[in-house]
């Protein structure tokens, strides 16, 4: 699996899913670190990777744009050092792959995560 990690989330995170198989880039290496959030999900989505970020927009985002994909990973942990989110981050991996690869938002706490599928179907 791809992913692409936000600003709020360590590099060490991404040295961490490369020790796993995965691929993984900063938006620091690709000198986007000052992208708005549009364009952060829009890469995303072109390359194939799920998002990893703390920001809650990027949820928003793509709730209202209806797609089925990027799949954002938000991480709303108290303590956001990064052993802490990989530790979160493995859980995740575990449990919520075919998930993250068929469109989700998931939401992820100290204690649980919130799977939401996409596309998020807008209540009449």
Known sequence: ????LDMGISPRTS????????????????ELGQSDDA???????????VLLTHDLDFGDLLAASGESLPSVVTFRLRNMKP??????LTWIL?????A?????????????????P?????RE
């Open 39 to 49: 364009e952060i999900l829009q890469k995303a989505r072109a390359e194939g990777s």
């Open 1 to 4: 699996m791809k992913f692409l």
């Open 83 to 88: 052993d802490k989110v990989i530790e979160r």
């Open 100 to 116: 993250l690869r068929h469109g989700s938002i998931v939401t992820v706490t100290e204690s649980h995560a919130r799977v939401h």
């Open 15 to 30: 040295m961490f899913l490369k020790s796993r198989g995965h691929g993984a880039v900063h938006l620091v290496e690709v």
């Open 94 to 98: 575990s449990n919520c792959e075919r």
């Open 118 to 122: 996409l596309p998020i179907r807008r």
